[in-house]
């Protein structure tokens, strides 16, 4: 199984990539395919590019104020009345009046798999901060495989990074890497992810 984390986000906020080969932290390294911006809806399928798995079509938008996730499984288009098969409300932290190329979708799209990335940016007067969660369809469980979080403080202090790979049980907190500790593979469902999940489980810091 492959997890996805820093190096696939290097490439840019909102770009959908294709990989190429798996690196250090499990992370997908990966070639542009030039798509300005995090887009609030994308499809593809969880196979990658062996098209064997299921279509799927994600929606990010936003319900009473928080950041929602809908994924409708083994479509390539929404139909009006199909019911999503996972809603996830809040999925990530979202402020009052964020721009829309702010927070959104993007895709990591490798020969035999795909990993679906929650991508956020805020500025705020006390720095920047840009996070990201990865996701993947395995075992028939919609599973986060990678978190991200950086911030980077105004006024030119050092940049505040962690990145963690679920996959492997690893995480890299500004660059020293430590074990996480295993846990039931439910534990991972995107289902119960929250904004704070990566802080309230002892990931990453709470974020600055």
Do not use: K
């Not at 996830?88 to 798999?113: H, I, K, W």
């Amino acid at each position: 199984m492959r997890g996805i984390s820093g190096a696939a986000r290097a490439v840019g906020l909102g770009l959908v990539v294709a990989a190429t080969q798996v690196g250090p932290m499990g992370a997908v390294r990966a070639e542009t395919a030039a798509v300005a911006g995090p887009q609030p809806r994308v499809a593809g399928n969880w196979a990658g590019h062996s098209g064997q798995g299921f279509a799927f079509v994600a929606l990010l938008d936003e319900d009473g104020g928080a950041a929602r996730l809908r994924i409708w499984q083994g479509l390539a288009e929404v139909i009006e009345g199909d019911d999503p098969q996972l809603v996830v409300t809040p999925v990530a932290a979202r402020s009052p009046g964020m721009a829309p190329q702010d927070q959104g979708l993007s895709l990591a799209v490798g020969p035999e798999a795909t990993v679906l990335r929650i991508e956020t940016r805020q500025v705020t007067d006390a720095g920047s901060r840009y996070e990201a969660v990865e996701v993947q369809f395995l075992d028939f469980q919609f599973t986060v495989v990678g978190y991200t979080q950086e911030f980077t403080p105004s006024g030119g202090a050092p940049v505040q990074a962690c990145r963690v790979d679920l996959r492997r049980n690893l995480r890299w907190l500004d660059g020293v890497e430590a074990e996480i500790a295993d846990r039931p593979f439910e534990a991972d469902n995107l289902a119960f992810w929250t904004p704070t999940a990566a802080a309230d489980r002892g990931y990453c810091p709470a974020a600055g």
